[in-house]
Every structure is written in C-alpha cells, then in structure tokens.
C-alpha cells in the first residue's frame, strides 16, 4: 500500500521533506582545520627504553617526505609483543610476517619496521621475501640481547596502493643510516608518526602516565588511517589506505596477558570505527610492552629493581587493560576525525539493547549507511535513514521492537544549550520537530545520535565520519 505524501507530511516535516522529487544541490564544503589534534609533549611524556626514527626512502614520489621509520625497545630484557590483525582473506605479506614473527619468538620482538606508500598486499612471494628482508635487515643491524637465545625478530607494517611492489633495494639502502639515527626525543616520535601517513591530513600520535603496580607507566601510541577504514581485527591465528597502529608502554607486562588485553582494547575501539566500510588487507594494531618503568608511582624516585611483571592473573591487570582500552579508544577516534574529506565526527550510541553484540551490529549498520553519512554531511536531519539502518541489520530481526525504539540527537558536553532533540519516541514520530534546533546541532563538527531499542540494558558505541564530495575527489585518483 502507498502511503499517501499528505498524511506523512502532517505527521513529520522532516520526513515529508525526504519524499519531495526536487532539491537544492548541496556545494562542496572544505573539510575543518585538524591542525588543533595534532599535540606537542616533553621528553618525559614517552615511555622509557624506547628509540624511533624516521626518513625518507624514495616509496612515495614527493621528495622528503617521510615514507620509512623504525622503533626499538633498548631493554636487554626481551619486549613483550601482541597484534590484532585483519581478518580480510587477502592478508598482506608484512601481516604474514609479523605474525610469523611473534609465533616463533612466543611473543617477543626487538621493535618494528613500517612503511608507507605501498601495502606490499596481493604481491606473491615476491611481497613475502620483501617483508622478511625488511624484518631481517632492521634485526640484523640492532644490537644483540644478551641472554636472549633464539634473539627475537622484529615486526614489519606497511599501507599504502595495494597489488605493487616495494622497492625493496632503497628500503634496504636506507636502513643502516635508519638505525643509526634512532632517538627518544619528541620530534623523533612525531617524524614516526608522519612516517605512517598516506592520505592522513595529520600525524597521530598520543601520550599517557598512569600508575600501575606502583610504578608510573607510559603509553605512547601512534596511528594511521583516513580511508579503507572498517576494521576487524582480531589475535593472529592462522588461517586468519589501511589501518596501522602501535601502542608502546614502559610497564612489564607478559606476552600473555598484553595480547588478551589488547584484544579487549581492540574489540571495544579500533573495531568499532568505520570511515567507509571498508576492511584493508593490511589493518594492524601492535602493542608492546618492554618492563622499562623505573619511577615509584608515589615516591616519585628511581627503583633498581625491574617492575613485577602484570600476568592475566595479578590483581592490577584490570587496570592496565581499562588504561589501554580507553588510549586505544583516543587513538581510534583520531583516524575518524581524519577521515577522508570528513566534515563530522559521530558517534553512534546504542542503548537499552537485549545484547551487547545486537548493539554494536546496530550502531555499526548506522554507521555504515551511506545514505546517514551523505544526510551528515548535508546536514540533514533525514531520521528516516538511521531507522532504516537499524532496521535491516541481521540481528535486528528478532531482537528489536519497532514500537520500542526511539532515536534522539543529543547535543555535546560543551554545547551551551544541552536540550536533546527527540525525533521517535517508541516508534512514533515527534509531531512538531523544532527544525531550527536540528540546524544548530547538525551544525557542529561533533554529533551525537542516540538510539534507544527498549528492549534490554545492554549499550554499545561506534564512531563513523560523513561522506563528502572530497571522499570522492581523492578516492577517484588515489593512484596518480
């Protein structure tokens, strides 16, 4: 039965508003400045035992611009290494080897290697030889751990065009002087996080303190991401523009007990963005963890003693897992806000669901909807489309209630008026939307879409960007 345009346009502006057959054509807007996300630190902000660099190799075509960067742990004891990597069936050559890698050392690494420019993906043997010699060269040319038999390798990343091959002969050259050039000094950890970037607008890197065990700990973290975003990462078990990331602490943490932390992490941030629904053949999320910390939390002096190692089993593992949770969580909204041609950030809450699994597949079907992400960008108050969304997610169909759902836009913690705008209430539209107020909200850079299902007290966040003309524009000749 059709639905008469009449009666729905007395029932709801907004949605009458999406039936009418002509429309002013909406102009290109620019992007907002992200130079406000990129941030300064001191020397002490970054965790103990580690050295970076970063330089130039010749992968991307314009001169200097920094395309190949190393970190090392200089702890003679051996660091503890985790990954989540990507569940797409093309895995890239550089996922194979890093998993490869902490299989045969049981969780240990020296540090890693990554490039940008080239994903070194669907490249054959060729592309697996060129990631064994990045790994192997960069372990060759640092020194050796003394007690450490067999000496653990070290972990390769890359992202860029995927289907070409790394100019493995210029990588290789620039290695030595790469290694020679490592340093713990600000601007060397920053000249790393831009080592990382393709069609990033800005270099992703983040520092927290905290106090674990007695000890005060750092968390350096570094990402990457603007397009090819939709991550699934999960522990690297075989058979198992791009998403890289890598978050380094000083703490002493066990293999076992960072990998099942990381996961955590992971499950509740980097899997839960999506920029376009995409998932990369190259996403990866490292984590290490080298036992470098030597403050005593309350005393503020240096301890001699190595700190007590965090095991699944101590009392304070749930207190680092929180702590990585909620950095990872910063690091994964920063690849949103940088999404291509991006205007907005919004977070898509889920509440009051029968599962955390049925609100996360929720919000995440929101989140993926090219339809809500151009409505976004228009600054369309279009409501209709998030129902949509919800509706047709796969766990929707025998958990949600239409009668019970209701979808408000919420405005954000700094917004000066704090009135949320209800547009459904338990699957009635509002009758007298206030469309001025709608305006101002979708106005902002941040928005906040709530949706409530009524139907349990389960909740589940995720974190999308809009869809521009400029996501087009770069997407159209990401090669050239």
Known sequence: MRVPTSLLRSRSPLLSRSLQTSAPMLSAKPAPSKDHHVHAYAPTAFPLGYVVSATHCGIKKKAGVLDLGVLASTTDAPCAAATCVTRNVFKAAPVTVTTDVLARSGGYARGFVVNSGC???VTGKRGLADAWTMSDTVSSLLPPLSGAQPQPGTLVMSTGVIGQHLPIGSISAA???LT???????NAWLDLAKAFMTTDTFPKLRARTFTLAGREVRLAGIDKGAGMIAPNMGPPQPPHATLLGVIATDANVSP???QAALIYAVDRSFNNITVDGDMSTNDTILALANGAAGKVGDEGRESA???EEITEDHPEFGTFKEELRGFAEELAQLVVRDGEGATKFVTICVKNAPSYDVANAVAKSVASSSLFKTAMYGEDANWGRILCAVGYTPAAFDTVTPSSVSVTFVPTPTAADQTPLRLLTNGEPEPDIDEA????LLADEDINVEIDLGSGTDEARVWTCDFSHEY???????RS
């Not at 020679?180 to 600000?186: E, G, H, V």
């Open 119 to 121: 994903a070194n993906a």
């Open 175 to 177: 290695l030595p002087d």
């Open 180 to 186: 020679q050039a490592l340093s713990d000094s600000p």
């Open 256 to 258: 076992g007990a960072l």
């Open 305 to 307: 003693d190595r700190m």
């Open 437 to 440: 107020r709608a305006s101002v």
């Open 472 to 478: 087009v524009t770069i997407n159209g000749s990401y």
